[in-house]
């Protein structure tokens, strides 16, 4: 499951297509989250941007069950520091509903992920990509245009966690 600001990353990084081909798994977004992108990053004119990547077959947009729509509500309804908005909720409920990890990048949808659904498997935007790149067999160049332009377009945030990584990545090289 993906979040809307993994969505919008892989948008601003120019090659979405590229991504989610690479990653060569169902890549799933609920209809909630799906209405959170309204437009591509960096512009104002409202598009439909997931439009030719669920018509590619690259997204398969889902509607939650009423067993999922029950923790929805439960991530949707409480006081704001436990409370998330509808699409980070609508993702965590249907990946806790089975199908399958959730990719975000939210500090707070990450913490109460771990509180909530410790088992549930997640992941972030930039291992998403990284991971999509290595299967493609990226060079590493082609990887940093990509993240660059996320960063700079969508304005990806990198997560606490992975800031080695992401630093290793741009790291000079010695020679």
């Known amino acids: 499951m993906l979040d809307a600001s993994v ?26 989250t799906a209405a959170e992108i309204r437009r591509m990053p960096g512009e104002r004119a409202e598009t439909a941007p997931l439009r030719a990547l669920i018509d590619d077959g690259l997204l398969q947009l889902c509607r939650m069950p009423e067993t999922a729509y029950i923790t929805y509500l439960s991530l949707v309804t409480g006081t704001s520091a436990d409370t998330l908005d509808d699409g980070e909720s609508a993702a965590i409920a249907m990946a806790s509903d089975g199908a399958g990890g959730v990719v975000l990048d939210d500090k707070k949808a990450r913490r109460i992920l771990r509180e ?37 377009t969508s304005r990806m945030a990198v997560v606490p966690d ?14």
Request: glycine residues 6%; contains cysteine.
């Open 116 to 152: 909530r659904f410790p088992s549930l498997g997640y992941g972030s935007s930039l291992a998403l990509m990284v991971m999509a790149a290595q299967r493609a067999g990226w060079e590493l160049e082609r990887l940093q245009d990509a993240l660059t332009k996320a960063r700079s």
């Open 7 to 32: 969505l919008f990353n892989l948008l601003g990084s120019g090659v979405p297509k590229d991504f989610i081909r690479a990653l060569d798994v169902p890549c799933l977004v609920e209809e909630r």
């Open 162 to 175: 992975e800031r080695p990584i992401f630093d290793r990545l741009f790291a000079p090289v010695s020679m």
